[in-house]
Nanobody
């Protein structure tokens, strides 16, 4: 059974940092692109960052560029999202998702046109 489990969310003060983890089981991320998404209360879900299966390409939403870093540890079958200089507007439930990326190059502006496998989400609250 393909499963993604996010962890690492919590309450942090503005300017602080958090590292989210997305651990995969039942399949290897070596052949999957992974995206991080977030949904704030009353807002639509938005893409935050993605990484191709090879790890050779990453993309970021303009709102997080320069503050967030996505990375991949193939040995742990886990993708991370390092979030720095957090702002109150980063408050949301963060989800990771995976989709096949057999070439390693990704497809489209966000590594994949769609993602089939989703985690349950981890909440992030940025507040003083």
């Amino acid at each position: 059974q393909l499963q993604l489990v996010e962890s690492g969310g919590g309450l942090v003060q503005p300017g602080g940092s958090l590292r989210l983890s997305c651990a995969a089981s039942g399949f290897t991320l070596d052949y999957y692109a992974v995206g991080w998404f977030r949904q704030a209360p009353g807002k639509e879900r938005e893409g935050v960052s993605c990484i191709t299966s090879s790890g050779g390409d990453t993309k970021y939403a303009d709102s997080v560029k320069g503050r967030f870093i996505i990375s991949k540890d193939s040995a742990k079958n886990t993708v991370y999202l390092q979030m720095n200089s957090l702002k109150p507007e980063d408050t949301a439930v963060y989800y990771c998702a995976a989709g096949p990326d057999p070439t390693g190059w990704g497809v489209g502006p966000f590594c994949r046109p769609s993602y089939e496998n989703w985690g349950q989400g981890t909440p992030v609250t940025v507040s003083s």
